[in-house]
């Protein structure tokens, strides 16, 4: 980033971490590989999202574990956020198997009444989940080909205070 967005030369930042400018250069190259292999392949349209999502949504309510693993992509990549607040899986989630047998299990055993409803967070669209009612959480997801390739669950309150009120955007 230093290199990116301050225009400094991998030689000032080799001599500020330590480190051999070819070291620095090999580092940068790896981290720009690894951020373009993050990034969507195509931009889905609003409507393949919102059935992606749709097919999520059915899957996640009747607990549908062939349901989820027919709309995860197989190497989804599920994170959480619980702000030390929530409890959220501590590392990322990575295949269909595991998050789908996660998603189901972990809803067998909550003993909950688990509900969710198409919103819009950031532009996209995501669930908004409420455990007996109350707002738990946020899934907001990345979808690629039709299928899920992201899942983003949100539970820490600190990130939810707005989420029930749309706000309005104006341009000036």
């Not at 090999?26 to 393949?48: F, K, L, W």
Request: net charge positive; no cysteine.
């Amino acid at each position: 980033m230093l290199r990116e967005v301050f225009s400094i030369s991998h030689e000032e930042i080799a001599a500020a971490v330590g480190k051999s400018s070819a070291a620095v250069r090999q580092i940068a190259h790896r981290a720009r590989r690894h951020v373009d292999a993050r990034r969507p392949r195509e931009v889905v349209s609003p409507s393949q999202a919102r059935a992606a999502l749709e097919s999520f949504r059915r899957a996640l309510d009747t607990r549908d574990l062939q349901g989820l693993l027919d709309v995860l992509a197989p190497q989804v990549v599920l994170v959480s956020d619980g702000g030390g607040v929530k409890q959220a899986v501590p590392q990322p989630i990575t295949g269909a198997g595991k998050v789908a047998r996660m998603i189901v299990s972990g809803l067998g055993k909550a003993q909950v009444a688990l509900t969710s409803e198409p919103t819009m967070v950031n532009g996209n669209p995501a669930l908004l989940l409420r455990v007996d009612g109350e707002i738990d959480g946020v899934i907001a997801v990345r979808v690629e080909d039709a299928r899920i390739t992201g899942l983003y669950y949100v539970r820490n309150p600190r990130k939810l205070t707005r989420i029930a009120s749309e706000t309005p955007l104006t341009l000036r």
